[in-house]
């Protein structure tokens, strides 16, 4: 059982480079969520969405960009990397949202931006 | 605002001993509230969930959690701890004002020592 896939696992980035953060589950789930986890900080959403075609912006989402073509896929865009993205980014889905459901996550990308 | 907050940064249990993770919420409505357990470089985890109905809640690898109303808290518990139940725990809560996603508190390290 796969659950939710992310690649890669680590990451070393230049300041003003760009990259993508992949995100996959085989759960058949409508919600996905991609966060970002700082030392000694609780999970920040970036970007959610409910569903193929439909995303929204969460709590964080300066300097990012989702789109969410499949069910399956959820890939999160950095565009022109700045020290402040450093973080460990994490990928979840769950089947229906409304805040009461389970959310799996994947193991996390560890990215530096240097 | 919608809060969450987890008062002690590490706890440190001696093995058999009872352990407690505290967690305290502000919410407007009823609250939805969720316990999640994330080990050294994985993805966290979901251990229970509090959404209505008893106010003791049972999760995975025995672990509990009591809602209690009055004092807007949501305390983790397990009755005798384990070495391998040391991780980091983290306490969540639904916020009704921001689409219904989760506001995570910072995370409490819990620390199980032979």
């Known amino acids: 059982n796969a659950g939710v896939t992310q690649t890669p696992k680590f990451r070393i980035l230049k300041i003003g480079q760009s990259m993508t953060l992949q995100c996959t589950q085989d759960?058949?789930?409508?919600?996905m969520y991609w966060y970002r986890q700082d030392p000694g900080m609780g999970l920040k959403l970036i970007y959610y969405?409910?569903?193929?075609?439909?995303?929204d912006k969460g709590e964080v989402p300066n300097g990012y960009n989702v789109s969410r073509s499949t069910t399956e896929d959820f890939p999160l865009r950095l565009e022109l990397a700045a020290p402040s993205q450093t973080s460990v980014y994490f990928c979840a889905s769950s089947y229906g949202g409304q805040g009461k459901n389970i959310q799996y996550f994947g193991a996390g990308t560890r990215l530096s931006v240097l | 605002a919608q809060s969450v907050a987890q008062p002690e940064d590490q706890v440190n249990v001696a093995e058999g001993n009872p352990l407690t993770v505290k967690c305290t919420y502000s919410?407007?409505?009823?609250?939805?509230l969720f316990w999640y357990v994330q080990y050294p470089n994985r993805g966290l985890q979901f251990l229970l969930k509090y959404i209505t109905g008893d106010n003791l809640v049972k999760g995975s690898y025995g672990f509990e959690a009591e809602f209690n109303k009055s004092q807007t808290s949501f305390h983790l518990k397990k009755p005798s701890a384990l070495v391998s139940d040391s991780a980091l725990y983290f306490c969540?809560?639904?916020?009704?004002?921001?689409?219904?996603?989760?506001?995570w508190g910072a995370g409490t390290k819990l620390i199980i020592k032979p």
């Open positions: 919410v407007s409505g009823n609250p939805y």
């Open positions: 969405s409910v569903g193929a075609g439909i995303t």
């Open positions: 969540a809560v639904r916020d009704v004002d921001s689409n219904y996603q989760l506001i």
């Open positions: 759960m058949n789930h409508n919600y």
